[in-house]
């Protein structure tokens, strides 16, 4: 990471927090203490209004306001909401990039808001997922992102194990389970896979590129059809 990008995340974590400790900076952005200290010493002789001393904790000081995000004190709640229960049901990478995310709207909300949202009686418990889940959940939606094949081993609902070589096409959550969808070259068609049934996944270096018939639109398109056929009055 940069330095200037460096000073910055310090800037808005402090921001969004009522105290924030040197140590929490250091290992959120992963560096020494020292260089925090370092750090919030040159953005204070730089005007940044940042109170507090090493060893207690900091935080910006009055006249350090940005104009308030137009959010109603609901919809401020909402997103706190969505935060926490998401950051449960992904892996660590993502959780953190929430938290991120949710220190910024905070620390530009009004103060009512913002005291509504931080209030808010919904939690949700942070043993969701298995580590090896989470795991595997990270390294499949990166596959997503830079289109690269998966080999992998897979157990299905009675445990027969199988070898797959896949295109990952998406991740998708049932509200208990993480499955993903992809095109099989083993089964030459569409097929979905339980996240937590996975023994080992391998990403390969081939990058793939849409082909008809084998990209996730027509996937989408292919269960919107099955949908309607399922749902219509059957004939007699």
């Not at 290992?27 to 020292?34: G, I, W």
């Not at 940005?66 to 993502?94: G, K, Y």
């Not at 009512?112 to 990270?138: F, K, N, Q």
């Not at 849409?210 to 007699?236: F, H, I, V």
Request: proline share 5%.
């Amino acid at each position: 990471m940069r330095r200037a990008d460096r000073l910055f995340q310090i800037v808005q974590l402090i921001r969004g927090r009522r105290l924030t400790t040197a140590t929490f900076l250091a290992q959120r952005l992963e560096v020494s203490d020292r260089t925090v200290y370092r750090d919030v010493a040159d953005l204070q002789r730089q005007g940044v209004p940042i109170e507090g001393e090493a060893g207690v904790g900091y935080r910006i000081g009055a006249g350090f306001d940005v104009p308030p995000l137009m959010f109603t004190q609901d919809e401020a709640a909402a997103l706190v909401a969505s935060a926490r229960m998401a950051q449960s049901w992904v892996d660590p990478a993502m959780a953190r990039d929430i938290e991120t995310a949710l220190c910024k709207i905070l620390s530009v909300l009004s103060p009512a808001a913002r005291v509504s949202a931080e209030s808010l009686a919904i939690y949700a418990p942070s043993y969701a997922l298995d580590d090896g889940t989470r795991a595997r959940l990270r390294t499949l939606r990166e596959s997503v992102q830079s289109r690269q094949k998966l080999r992998m081993e897979y157990r299905d609902v009675n445990g027969a194990p199988s070898q797959r070589i896949v295109r990952p096409l998406g991740c998708f959550y049932w509200g208990k389970v993480w499955t993903f969808s992809a095109w099989c070259e083993l089964r030459q068609d569409f097929r979905g896979f339980r996240i937590d049934r996975i023994d080992h996944i391998e990403v390969l270096p081939e990058r793939f590129r849409d082909e008809p018939g084998k990209t996730l639109a027509e996937l989408l398109r292919r269960l919107q059809e099955e949908s309607r056929t399922y749902d219509s009055p059957q004939k007699s």
